[in-house]
């Protein structure tokens, strides 16, 4: 079957931005998706995406005119209900014949099959394969249906009296097979070969393509339009990097803001712009905000890393003398950073300290009080953990205070990206010392995966706060996430808490801080078991964070069962699990360990408090073996302490290797469960011993298959 390349494109207006480059990958892998189930191309076809402003498009190559004929076999009933005792066709198998458009001559040339427990007849039948028509447009349907399109528009079609819904009013279907059209309808318009190039610059008002593998080259010779999103898209990064490098300094690396230009331009222009330089004066975090969020400017830095007063814009066109497309983006950037530094100047007028009280009068959350109120528990909790890391308690109080005060401020109010950055400058300002200032910037970190952790005790301690102050209050009143839904980012503030313990790290035990955290609300305002239901959604979150980490399961259950909250352990206790496992002897201990405690559990059971505490007798190691292990178990618990107490928590299970001949002799030749109650105690005694050396580090039993 000869096949050719298809091209489809949908000529649209403006597309939203931040939405393009999904929409462009979904349209093409849809559109592929549903000719290959259809039969109409291979699943491993080459595909190829484009997305602008105004076109959504997908080439796919070696597609068939049309789908080969399929065989198929259809179940109709079980063989007793169709066919009466003289194996004549029953009212009911006539009438199912009927309905699938069978002739009923066909009865004797149904196919007895055994299906399940009885047996039942078949229609076998031989389906005609789509055409390419019918195919595309079957796929163009179900494509435009489940794009993931932020805002669905309904607009009149030009009859005046149909409509129709899509992200844009539509103006253009191109769907070609090499240089045929295929002849398909979609919102209202009939494919043809025709489109539209770029608004201002395209050669001609109307493009005509004249083969589906013509299309690119035709948009960027004829059409000036870069239709390709990643070619376009690395178009302007060339260009960026170009125009600063002439500047001798860099663009601010922003791969949202590329994405989003990208999808602004079909035909990208950077030009150099610039402003005043006083404007500096205002910290640069607010400049360049303004200029990203507002603008969609790449501000320039030098090679410090400092924001210098030029930009680069990127423009749409590219006209023989760009002054005043230059001059006219620096005259609207201009009255942006005035505002910027007006806020600045009005917020320094007033001091952090004196906007603390005003945060009583902001609603938190209705049953957790306001902002105020919040703002004390963080506080006292952030005094405790300073305390417990060896530093100064007032500074982390004083820290976690102002650290929402910049919420009231101008700046923030106009970008609250900015919370937090602007409360560090402002507390610089009113005389704070710096590591408190620091610390209250750093409270909001980690903001996301990947983001920088707080430096130093201050800085942990009100981060730490914070955020188990948020995730223990409103996990008290019920708010628990659920699927995908998560309001007040409980997993992101859990993921933060444990990457703080965790990568820092800290040695403070995390069961402690959930329950220090519950305990500054009110009683009864949270529920009764909200340390312990946060502990459990804080080890789930920790149990992700260590799988993407690449640990094994069996690993982070083993260190897990014995870690009792010492969070700062779980990395280092976890390589020593990995190393250990690596051993060719580490499953046979593993499995020698399991042993040990099911026996050690059942003994619990039947000895109960006399097992409690008890101590190994020497006197009562009747059989060499016993004795063997426990002298073994003598030789190495002072070196196996060593490396636990050094956190050579490896080397702590590697001296373990020796003991493996000792317990294998053990089980061989001792019977623990004898009658004898004072051997079988001492017995027992000796294999509670034996599990406790052995599981400093983890449960290795948890290692066994």
């Not at 349209?27 to 076809?45: M, N, Y």
């Not at 400049?287 to 680069?312: C, E, R, S, W």
């Not at 405690?597 to 006399?610: M, P, S, T, Y």
């Not at 019977?671 to 290795?700: F, H, P, S, T, Y």
């Amino acid at each position: 079957m000869s096949t050719k390349n298809l091209l489809v494109e949908l000529l649209v207006e403006e597309l939203p931005p931040k939405a393009l480059k999904k929409l462009g990958e979904s349209f093409a892998d849809s559109i592929k998706a549903s000719l290959s189930a259809q039969g109409l191309v291979a699943k491993e076809a080459v595909v190829t995406a484009y997305a602008s402003p105004r076109r959504l498009a997908v080439h796919v190559a070696s597609v068939a005119a049309q789908a080969a004929d399929k065989s198929i076999s259809q179940k109709l009933m079980p063989v007793s209900v169709g066919l009466d005792a003289s194996g004549q066709a029953t009212p009911a198998l006539l009438k199912k014949l009927a309905s699938i458009g069978a002739d009923t001559s066909l009865v004797p040339q149904l196919k007895r099959a055994v299906d399940g427990k009885a047996e039942a007849l078949f229609f076998d039948s031989t389906v005609k394969g789509a055409t390419l028509a019918e195919g595309l447009q079957k796929a163009l349907g179900e494509t435009l249906a489940k794009l993931p399109i932020p805002k669905v528009m309904t607009y009149q079609l030009a009859d005046g009296w149909s409509s129709v819904q899509f992200a844009r009013p539509a103006h253009g279907l191109v769907a070609l097979r090499g240089t045929e059209i295929v002849p398909i309808e979609i919102l209202g318009l009939k494919a043809g070969r025709e489109t539209q190039g770029h608004r201002f610059e395209a050669a001609s008002a109307m493009l005509e393509i004249r083969d589906a593998d013509s299309y690119e080259a035709q948009m960027e010779n004829e059409g000036a339009v870069i239709p390709s999103f990643e070619k376009r898209r690395a178009e302007i990064a060339r260009q960026l990097a170009a125009a600063a490098a002439k500047e001798g300094l860099k663009p601010i690396e922003d791969d949202a803001l590329l994405d989003e230009v990208t999808a602004l331009v079909e035909r990208p222009n950077v030009l150099p712009g610039k402003f005043e330089p006083e404007f500096l004066e205002v910290p640069q975090e607010c400049l360049i905000l303004t200029m990203k969020a507002n603008q969609k400017y790449f501000p320039l830095l030098d090679v410090d890393g400092k924001l210098t007063n030029k930009f680069l814009i990127v423009s749409n066109i590219r006209p023989a003398d760009a002054s005043l497309v230059i001059g006219g983006n620096e005259r609207v950037v201009r009255p942006r950073l005035a505002d910027a530094k007006f806020f600045f100047d009005q917020d320094r007028k007033k001091t952090l300290e004196s906007r603390v009280e005003k945060l009583g009068s902001v609603v938190y959350h209705n049953k957790l009080g306001t902002q105020l109120q919040r703002t004390e528990r963080v506080a006292t909790l952030a005094g405790t953990i300073a305390r417990l890391l060896g530093a100064d308690k007032a500074d982390a109080e004083l820290a976690a205070r102002l650290a929402k005060a910049d919420l009231l401020t101008d700046m923030v109010g106009e970008f609250p990206e900015l919370q937090g950055i602007m409360g560090r400058y402002y507390a610089l300002h009113d005389c704070e010392d710096k590591v408190v200032a620091d610390a209250i910037e750093a409270h909001y970190h980690p903001r996301f995966a990947g983001d920088t952790l707080p430096q130093g005790a201050i800085a942990c301690a009100v981060a730490l706060a914070d955020k188990l102050e948020t995730v223990a209050g409103i996990y008290g009143i019920g708010q628990v996430p659920t699927g995908d839904k998560d309001p007040f980012g409980l997993r992101r503030h859990a993921l933060g808490i444990l990457r703080i313990l965790i990568e820092t790290p800290l040695d403070l035990p995390l069961p402690a801080l959930i329950k220090a955290a519950a305990g500054n609300f009110p009683d009864g305002l949270l529920s009764a078991t909200v340390a312990d239901d946060v502990e459990g959604f804080m080890l789930d979150r920790l149990r992700g964070y260590l799988r993407e980490r690449d640990f094994e399961v069996s690993h982070i259950e083993a260190v897990l069962h014995i870690l009792d909250g010492r969070m700062h352990e779980v990395l280092p206790r976890l390589q020593g699990v990995r190393t250990f496992a690596a051993l060719e002897v580490a499953k046979d201990l593993a499995a020698a360990n399991k042993r040990v405690l099911n026996i050690i559990r059942k003994n619990q059971e039947e000895l109960g408090a006399d097992l409690t505490g008890a101590t190994v007798k020497p006197a009562l190691l009747k059989e060499a073996a016993e004795r063997d292990l426990h002298q073994a178990m003598q030789d190495i618990t002072p070196f196996a302490q060593g490396y636990l107490d050094r956190g050579e928590y490896g080397q702590n299970l590697k001296v373990l290797v020796t003991l493996k001949p000792f317990i294998d002799d053990f089980f061989e030749k001792v019977m623990v469960m004898c009658e004898d109650k004072a051997l079988r105690l001492n017995r027992a005694a000796l294999l509670q011993q034996l599990g406790r050396l052995m599981n400093q580090v983890a449960d290795i039993s948890k290692l066994a298959a």
